[in-house]
């Protein structure tokens, strides 16, 4: 039957999350809603979280230590981070274009600009002051953050994933060159913690459909409120805006992935492709949360896309941490809507400049819920456009989030099959759930 089969029932779970928010709204359960159904949805969401840095650790040490050469493992870095790197410029390019094509900023009336700038004006001032931090960092600050001086305070933070990334990879060489009977004795341990670890996922993911279904009653609530008709009302006067990056995303999707997948995949097709990663897009939707989708994208590219762990465990999570598509799309869309909206026409060496910023921007966000916003006035900053007009967009951000946050976790994915098909790292696939 299809619907005993798990992506439909997250798409089941996610309609009715949707409706029982609409519903909760409209007759005043709202308060029963946060009571009793918005906790299974953060369990949920605490659950994939808590899995995901033993299950980097684990696969990347095992993975490495059972390389013959290393040489390998520089190749796959290099070649990840590029590819990374052309997909991101790529996205803001297509972010830019479609922008500047379909001009959503013109068309918002004066007295939509106003009542918006007045309701989230207060909201700004969190962002502003997190994204002042970024400013302030030297440019090599970035490469200084990747070592951690204490392995423990690594593992406790999932935003800190390129630290646990680096200690699993100097643990991984060590265990080489070490070699002789310890070395293999650890590799066993290291691959049985990733079993069990994978294991535990798969069973996580089977109360998927609730979790989903309960982070979309609590989202709905939180953003229509008591007045649903006023967050109605918002969503469509950003709706050319809110339509133009949905478009965006999917032009990014359907142009560059499905190129990536004539160009290197010999096998399957970018449908194919989705049939297999659809749990974790589902997921990346409802949570908005790439970080937190990550041990659920490891487990269906490794295990139904046939991608090898060896790629798996190295390319999803440095792509979790540093590749976000999506992100990087929406904050050349939305950069470029507030300057319209303010009546700013950007030159082309701010728009290049978009180029650079949102490029850095979207590598140093973090993979949590609205992490591209806080960026995004990096980028406001650096092209001199008043980070007040950030006021324009929060009150459809969250929404937005969701979509972007699937592309971002779509991304890592596509690159992943890349990098494994150029190292003849692919094995056979399998598009049953
Ligand atoms: N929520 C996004 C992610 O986790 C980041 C963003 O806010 O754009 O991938």
């Known amino acids: 039957m299809w619907y005993k089969k798990l992506h439909w029932q997250i798409v089941i779970g996610l309609f009715l999350g949707l409706a029982w928010g609409l ?31 033993p299950l980097v650790l684990a696969s990347l040490v095992a993975g490495v230590a059972s390389l013959n050469d290393t040489t390998r493992l520089s ?3 290099g070649k990840t981070v590029l590819i990374y790197m052309i997909t991101t410029l790529l996205a803001v390019t297509i972010g830019l274009v479609t922008v500047n094509t379909f001009q959503p900023g013109k068309s918002l009336p004066q007295e939509t600009m106003d009542s918006l700038q007045e309701t989230y004006s207060s909201s700004l001032e969190e962002r502003s002051s997190s994204a002042n931090e970024v400013l302030n960092r030297g440019v090599l600050d970035f490469v200084v953050d990747v070592v951690p001086d204490n392995f423990f305070a690594a593992a406790s933070d999932n935003s800190r994933m390129l630290q646990v990334v680096f200690v699993a990879i100097l643990l991984g060489v060590g265990i080489i060159h070490m070699g002789g009977e310890k070395a293999k004795t650890l590799v066993t341990v290291f691959d049985a913690f990733n079993d069990v670890i994978i294991l535990i996922v798969e069973h996580i993911m089977k109360t998927a459909p609730y979790g989903v279904f ?14 649903l008709g006023k967050a109605l009302e918002l969503l469509g006067a950003l709706g050319w805006y809110s339509l133009t990056l949905v478009f965006a995303l999917l032009l990014h999707v359907f142009l560059v992935y499905s190129t990536m997948f004539k160009v290197f995949s010999k096998d399957i097709g970018l449908f194919q492709f989705f049939k297999a990663i659809r749990p974790a897009m589902l997921l990346g939707f409802s949570t908005s949360s790439s970080s937190a989708t990550l041990p659920v994208t490891m487990e269906r590219v490794e295990k139904n896309l046939g991608v090898d762990e060896e790629v798996t465990s190295f390319v999803l999570p440095v792509g979790a941490t540093i590749n976000m598509d ?6 050349a869309i939305a950069a470029v809507f507030i300057a319209q909206a303010l009546g700013m026409d950007l030159t082309i060496a701010q728009q290049l400049m978009i180029v650079a910023t949102a490029t850095a921007a ?22 001199q456009v008043p980070t007040a007009g950030i006021a324009l967009i929060l009150g459809v951000d969250r929404i937005l989030d969701m979509c972007r946050t699937v592309v971002n976790v779509t991304g890592d994915a596509a690159v992943a099959y890349v990098v494994a098909s150029t190292e003849g790292l692919l094995n056979e696939p399998n598009f049953d759930d």
């Open 23 to 53: 519903l909760s709204s409209v007759i005043g359960w709202n308060e029963f809603t946060t009571d009793f159904i918005k906790p299974f949805g953060t369990i949920f969401v605490k659950l994939l979280k808590l899995i995901a840095v």
């Open 75 to 77: 190749r796959m870095g």
């Open 214 to 227: 309960a982070l979309m009653a609590s989202l709905i609530i939180d953003l229509a409120g008591d007045d």
């Open 326 to 331: 999506g992100t990087s799309v929406y904050q």
């Open 362 to 383: 979207s590598i140093g966000a973090a993979g949590v819920p609205g992490a591209g916003i806080v960026m995004l006035v990096v980028v406001l900053e650096t092209i």
